[in-house]
């Protein structure tokens, strides 16, 4: 019997499709996180495939406690799979987080930030969330290039299992006012349906 129904959106943008995850990504997943370049920051070293099968789940799940989670990120010429982009703001997370995740093929053509694009402007103009954080290790120097490209600012400096990470964030208002993109350059939504 189903228990559980979420209405997971689907974001396109010009290049990218955020869909929900399907278990179908598992190996796409864990090579994703198996990578010790793309694990560098995170702190936490490369994962095994155990781990990275519970981390689809707790993905899963998140939209299923929360109706918010991570999109994977899906190249829309090719459909291949670049990584993650979305939200996590488990227990105890400091704030409600966007966080970004590609596989290094794919780095350095914008894609980080065409998809953080769209996931923000999901947060505020859908979600209606007051504000987003993002936490990142002072030395992933991209991901602080996407965190400003986005319009997030330095918020300060927090204590975050046990590193000392930077906290850029920025506010509902701060985006309608100064940062929402123009109606042609929305994200188009559509919803799809995860039953669990
Ligand atoms: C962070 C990450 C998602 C960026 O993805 P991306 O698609 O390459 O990002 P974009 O192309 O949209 O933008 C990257 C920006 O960072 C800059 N950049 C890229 N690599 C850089 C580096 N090593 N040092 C400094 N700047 C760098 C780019 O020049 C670009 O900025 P610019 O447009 O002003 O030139 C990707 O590097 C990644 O997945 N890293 C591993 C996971 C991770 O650390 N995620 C963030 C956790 S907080």
């Known amino acids: 019997m189903l228990s559980h129904m979420v209405k997971i959106p689907t974001l396109e943008t010009q ?3 955020l869909r929900p995850l399907h278990k179908e990504d598992f190996e796409d997943y864990a090579a994703l996180y198996a990578d010790p370049e793309v694990v560098r920051h995170l702190g936490t070293g490369p994962w095994d495939r155990g781990r990275a099968w519970r981390h689809m789940v707790f993905v899963q799940g998140h939209w299923d406690f929360t109706g918010t989670g991570m999109w994977v990120v899906e190249h829309k010429e090719t459909g291949a799979f670049l990584g993650m982009i979305g939200f996590a703001a488990p227990e105890g997370w400091p704030g409600f987080e966007l966080a970004w995740i590609l596989a290094p093929r794919w780095w350095g053509q914008g894609y980080a ?3 953080a694009r769209a996931a923000l402007d999901h947060a505020f103009t859908v979600l209606e ?3 987003v954080i993002s936490l990142i ?3 992933n120097r991209a991901s602080i290039r996407v965190a400003e490209r986005i319009g997030e600012s ?3 400096r927090i ?3 046990g590193r000392e990470m930077l906290c850029y964030g920025l506010d509902r208002k701060t985006y309608l006012r100064e940062t929402v993109p123009e109606a042609d350059e929305r994200p188009a939504v559509r919803t799809a349906v995860w039953l669990i």
């Open 15 to 17: 290049r990218l499709r």
């Open 154 to 156: 330095l918020q300060g």
């Open 159 to 161: 204590a975050h299992f």
């Open 137 to 139: 290790h002072p030395e």
């Open 113 to 115: 930030t065409e998809g």
């Open 129 to 131: 969330k007051d504000r």
